[in-house]
């Protein structure tokens, strides 16, 4: 499986918005980016996720670079409940659904 | 969407003994899957629950420490053998409904001590 890279960690304040990078720069064309959190004592949420045009939903939105090695997820206003480690992934599609495989994730701190 | 149950939510295990996470969907589901994830630490895949077959397992991860059972599209329960202390763990159940393209599901995991 293709790797990712994170930051270990990052800060914001709340209510501002948040840049997560994350940099694939073995990402394959068959590779999907996929953007999960984990809230404290709870499993994995899903995020977003995009394979070449930028996405938005109500969550988030996924900024992926032209050339698809790097990605950034948007949290446009960070909340208190935002504070979570988020984990970007690749995911590839060859016909059948593949396993998710985790990589070390941000650890998000939002502060007042 | 999909929304996973498991029990027990937590357990205090002696060395030695046995384990099995109950794991239930609320919907029928195409691929179910077993993470475990130690303190600290982030998830790691331990097997793909089949319906109606045995599992796969991950590098790493066996059967006969790790038995994992599928009997229809909604239930999978994975058993800790012969736990050790090293087995001190959240184990995690996920589901993925359908095919390609879709969000996968995590249940609230199952906190396990073994003294």
């Known amino acids: 499986d293709a790797k990712t890279t994170q930051p270990n960690s990052m800060e914001s304040n709340e209510e501002e918005p948040v840049h997560l990078p994350c940099n694939h720069s073995t990402i394959s064309g068959t590779d999907y980016i996929h953007w999960y959190r984990q809230l404290p004592s709870q499993g994995p949420e899903y995020v977003i996720h995009g394979l070449t045009s930028n996405v938005n939903n109500r969550m988030a939105s996924l900024a992926i670079a032209e050339d698809r090695k790097s990605s950034t997820l948007i949290l446009h206003r960070a909340t208190l409940r935002d504070a979570a480690v988020y984990y970007c992934i690749l995911r590839a599609y060859t016909g059948t659904a593949s396993k998710l495989t985790f990589g070390t994730g941000t650890r998000l701190q939002v502060t007042l | 969407s999909a929304v996973i149950s498991q029990k027990p939510s937590r357990d205090i295990c002696q060395r030695g003994t046995s384990l099995t996470i109950q794991c239930q969907v609320d919907?029928?589901?195409?691929?179910m899957f077993w993470y475990r994830q130690q303190p600290g630490q982030s998830l790691t895949l331990i097997a793909t629950?089949?319906?109606?077959?045995?599992?796969?397992?991950e590098s790493g991860f066996v059967i006969d420490k790790f038995p994992i059972s599928r009997p229809n599209l909604t239930f999978s329960t994975l058993t800790v053998s012969n736990m050790s202390p090293e087995d001190s763990s959240i184990y995690l159940c996920s589901a993925l409904p359908g095919g390609r393209g879709d969000t996968q599901y995590f249940g609230p995991g199952t906190r396990l001590t073994v003294l």
């Open positions: 629950a089949n319906q109606g077959s045995e599992a796969t397992y």
């Open positions: 919907s029928q589901v195409t691929m």
